[in-house]
């Protein structure tokens, strides 16, 4: 059983957005997270936000609190300001799901 995101961003500096992964990396992993899946999105043919988006990926988590905990880490929203920040103009949340399967674990 996982937590899992489908999230939707606009990467503005795909440079920096490469930093900001490689930062945060390690204490995703420390946290026994991951990215199931993860696209660059080339154009979009439907969107129920007015939010742009050109990547789109799936992150795990072992629970919802496990999750929470990885967000709301003093390192991880240093990482977050250092990077993601002018990395990104948006975040869309396009799911949130419990998955049962071990498919990736």
Do not use: H
Not at 78 to 85: D, L, S
Not at 91 to 105: F, R, V
């Amino acid at each position: 059983m996982s937590y899992e995101l489908l999230v939707g961003l606009q990467v503005v500096e795909p440079e920096l957005y490469v930093k900001y992964r490689q930062a945060m990396m390690p204490l995703l992993v420390k946290y026994g997270g991951g990215f199931r899946y993860d696209f660059w999105v080339q154009e979009t043919l439907k969107s129920a936000t007015v939010n742009e988006m050109n990547r789109v990926f799936v992150i795990y988590f072992k629970n919802k609190e496990t999750m929470r905990l990885f967000f709301n880490n003093a390192e991880y929203l240093q990482i977050k300001n250092e990077y993601y920040i002018n990395a990104v103009s948006a975040t869309t949340i396009l799911s949130e799901y419990e998955n049962d399967s071990d498919i990736g674990l």
